[in-house]
C-alpha cells in the first residue's frame, strides 16, 4: 500500500514504476522471442545479408563495366579515328601522330581515371596497325592482325569477353599470363573499316570478389553463363567448370538462391550487366549454425544484466528529472510572490536546464522591463512638472513679446516686428500640451517660423525651400519633429564663406502597399563626419530593438528617432536615417511615418 501512496503522489515514483516496467517488458519480450526464433531467423537474416553483399558487389561491377564501355565509346567515336582509319600501311609518322591526338583528347582521362588499363590497340583495312601499352609490355611478336584478327572479323559490333592473355611481358621481359576483360569495336567510317582493342587488367573484379566474404569460410567468384569460372580468390581454379549441381540450378537463371545438402552450404548469384557474367556467393552452414547456440546463451545474460541494470537506471533518471523539476517548480513559488532577482540554478544540458536558462532569461528581461516601466513613470511625472512650469512662464513671455511688437511697431522696425510675431506663434505652437499629434500642415508653418526667425538673422548667409505633396496636407504627425532638425543643420552644416541652402521635401509613399509620408531634409553644408554617421546610426539601431534603453541623449536627431519609434510601436518603418549626399556636399535626413489621414488618437 505504502508503495502504491508515494507512486500515485510523487511524480518521481511514476517515472521509475513505468520506466521499469517498460524495460522490463521490452527486455523480457526481446529475450523470449530472440531464443524462440533465432534459429529461423538466422538462416534468413544470412541469406539476406548474402544477397545484399552479392547486390552491392554486382552493381559494382557493372558500375566498372559501364564505365570502361562509356570511355571505349567515347574514344571509337573521335573524330581523328575516321582520318587513321584512311592511312595506308607505312605511314608510321602520320600514324602516330594521328594516335596521340586521340589519346590526348579521350584516352588520357579515361586511363587516368582506370590505372588497370593494359593497352589499346588500333587496326585499318590497310594494314595500318599501332599499339600503346599502360603498364606493361607487349611480346615483341604481337601483332593484332596475327594474334587476334581472326577471332573479330566476323563480328559487326562490339565483343566483349574475358580470358587469359599472353601477350604481355614483365619489366625483365619474361612473358605474363594476364586474365583480362578485352573490349573489341568494329569501326565504320564511309568505306574505310578498322578495329579498336582494349585489354583491362581484371584486377578490380578480383578485389570485388575477394571482398565476397562471409564468415571464416564464405568466399565469392565470377563465372559466365557457359558455367567457366572467370574470377575465382584461388587463381588455380580460375578457367574451371562449376561442380555439375551448381550448373544445374543456375542454369537459365539471372538469379537465385539454394542450398546444396551435399556439401552443407548456401550459394546465391546474381547477374552482372551488361555481361554474361554471374557473381556467385557460397556461404557454409556451419559458419552461422554455430552461432546459434551462442546467440541463444547471450541473449538470456543480456536479458537478466538489461533487466538489473534498467531498474537502476530508471531510478537515477527519474531521481535526475525529478530534482531539478522540483528546484525550477520552487524558483516559480518565489516568482509568484514578486521576487524577480531569484534565480533558477540547474545543472546539465537537456531540455530541463534548457528551461532553466530560459526561465532565468526571462525574469531578467521581466526585471529590466520593470525597472524601465518604473524610469518611464518618473520621467513622466518630471516632463509634466516640467510642462506645467512652462506654460506659467510662456504667459509672461506671450506678454513680454506682445510688448516687444508693439514698441517695433511705433518704432517702425518692421524685423523686429516680423521676429517677435513668428517666435510668438512658435511658443504658442511648442507650449500646447493638449495633443501629442497634429496636422502636417501646422507642423509645416512651425518650421516656417524658425527658418523665417533664421533668415532674418543671417540674411544673405542662409536660403530655404519647402515643398509639400498635395496629398499630404490632410496627414497627421508628431508635433515639433522637423524643427529640431533644421536647427541641427544650421548649428553642424554650416560652410564658412558659403551661403547654407536647405531644402525640405514633405511626399507620399507607398511601402509594402502601405501609405507613409516621408520628409526629406537636405543641406549644402559639410555632412556627417563618417565617425559621426556610424555612431548616430549605431545608436538608431540600438533604439530600434529596445526603444526603453534609451537614455535622454540631448541629441536631437536620436530623440526625434526615439519619440517615432514610441508613438509608432508596431510600425518597423517609422524613424529617421541619415546619409550624406552622393556629391559629398552636405547632410541628408528623411523622416517616415505612416500616413494617417484623421486625428489619431491621443497615446
Known amino acids: 500500500m505504502y508503495i502504491l501512496s508515494q507512486i500515485r503522489n510523487k511524480m518521481k515514483w511514476k517515472l521509475i514504476a513505468v520506466l521499469s516496467a517498460l524495460i522490463v ?27 545484399q553483399v552479392l547486390k552491392q558487389a554486382s552493381l559494382n561491377l557493372e558500375r566498372y563495366f559501364y564505365s570502361y564501355s562509356q570511355g571505349f565509346l567515347l574514344i571509337s567515336v573521335a573524330p581523328d579515328l575516321e582520318k587513321w582509319l584512311q592511312l595506308d600501311k607505312g605511314r608510321d609518322l602520320d600514324s602516330y601522330l594521328l594516335f596521340q591526338d586521340i589519346l590526348k583528347a579521350y584516352g588520357q582521362p579515361f586511363f587516368f581515371q582506370h590505372p588497370e588499363i593494359l593497352s589499346i590497340t588500333l587496326y585499318n583495312e590497310n594494314g595500318n596497325e599501332i599499339n600503346r601499352t599502360v603498364r606493361y609490355g607487349f611480346n615483341k611478336d604481337y601483332k593484332f592482325y596475327v594474334s587476334d584478327l581472326e577471332r573479330y572479323t566476323q563480328t559487326d559490333n562490339f565483343t566483349f569477353e574475358v580470358g587469359v592473355s599472353s601477350n604481355y611481358v614483365d619489366e625483365a621481359g619474361k612473358p605474363m599470363a594476364i586474365p583480362v576483360i578485352t573490349m573489341v569495336k568494329k569501326l565504320r567510317y564511309g568505306k574505310h573499316t578498322g578495329f579498336l582493342k582494349i585489354d583491362i587488367d581484371l584486377e578490380p573484379a578480383l578485389k570485388i570478389v575477394n571482398e565476397l566474404e562471409l564468415g571464416d569460410n564464405g568466399y565469392g567468384f565470377i563465372s559466365d553463363v557457359g ?80 533487466l538489473f541494470v534498467s531498474i537502476v537506471l530508471a531510478v537515477g533518471i527519474s531521481s535526475s528529472f525529478t530534482k531539478r523539476i522540483a528546484k525550477l517548480r520552487k524558483t516559480i513559488k518565489s516568482t509568484v510572490r514578486g521576487r524577480f532577482d531569484t534565480r533558477v540554478d ?80 512658435m511658443l504658442r505652437y511648442t507650449s500646447e500640451y493638449s495633443s501629442t499629434v497634429v496636422p502636417l500642415s501646422d507642423e509645416v508653418r512651425h518650421l516656417q517660423n524658425y527658418l523665417h526667425i533664421m533668415k532674418i538673422r543671417f540674411g544673405d548667409e542662409l536660403d530655404y525651400t519647402i515643398a509639400v505633396d498635395p496629398g499630404c496636407d490632410s496627414a497627421y504627425g508628431l508635433k515639433a519633429m522637423m524643427q529640431p ?94 546619409s550624406n549626399r552622393t556629391d559629398c556636399t552636405g547632410a541628408v535626413v528623411t523622416i517616415v511615418f505612416p500616413f494617417q489621414g484623421d486625428m489619431p488618437r491621443t497615446r
Do not use: C
Not at 270 to 289: I, K, L
Not at 397 to 417: D, M, P, R, V
Not at 496 to 502: E, I, K, N
Not at 505 to 532: L, R, T
Open 25 to 51: 517488458g521490452v527486455v523480457s519480450s526481446i529475450g523470449i522471442v530472440s531464443y524462440l526464433k533465432i534459429s529461423a531467423m538466422v538462416k534468413y537474416d544470412v541469406q539476406r545479408l548474402s544477397n
Open 227 to 306: 558455367g567457366h569460372i572467370l574470377v575465382h580468390p584461388d587463381q588455380m581454379k580460375i578457367g574451371d567448370r562449376l561442380p555439375a549441381d551448381m550448373a544445374a540450378q543456375m542454369q537459365d537463371k539471372p538469379n537465385g538462391a539454394f542450398f546444396r545438402e551435399n556439401n552443407r552450404e548456401f550459394v546465391l548469384f546474381d547477374s552482372v550487366q551488361p555481361t554474361n557474367w554471374r557473381a556467385v556467393v557460397v556461404v557454409p552452414y556451419r559458419e552461422f549454425a554455430r552461432s546459434i547456440i551462442l546467440i541463444k546463451e547471450i541473449t538470456l545474460v543480456i536479458a537478466v544484466a538489461a
Open 346 to 425: 540547474i545543472e546539465g544540458s537537456d531540455e530541463i536546464a534548457e528551461l532553466g536558462v530560459a526561465y532565468n532569461a526571462m525574469l531578467e528581461d521581466l526585471q529590466s522591463t520593470v525597472n524601465a516601466l518604473a524610469e518611464s513613470k518618473v520621467q513622466q511625472q518630471r516632463a509634466m512638472l516640467s510642462a506645467l512650469q512652462s506654460q506659467i512662464d510662456s504667459h509672461f513671455l506671450y506678454n513680454t513679446l506682445e510688448s516687444i511688437n508693439s514698441l517695433a511697431n511705433l518704432a517702425g522696425h518692421t524685423q523686429i516686428e516680423d521676429t517677435t510675431i513668428a517666435l510668438s506663434k
Open 485 to 578: 532638425i533644421a536647427e541641427n543643420s544650421m548649428k553642424h552644416g554650416a560652410v564658412q564663406d558659403v551661403p547654407l541652402l536647405l531644402t525640405v521635401a514633405v511626399e507620399w509613399v507607398s511601402i509594402q502597399g502601405d501609405p507613409y509620408v516621408s520628409v526629406v531634409m537636405m543641406d549644402n553644408g559639410k555632412g556627417f563626419p563618417e565617425e559621426k554617421l556610424q555612431e548616430i546610426s549605431g545608436e538608431i539601431n540600438r533604439i530600434n530593438l529596445s526603444p526603453l534603453q534609451h537614455g535622454n541623449a540631448h541629441i536631437g536627431l536620436l530623440n526625434t528617432h526615439f519619440r517615432l519609434k514610441m508613438y509608432y510601436q508596431n510600425d518597423p518603418h517609422a524613424g529617421i536615417s541619415l
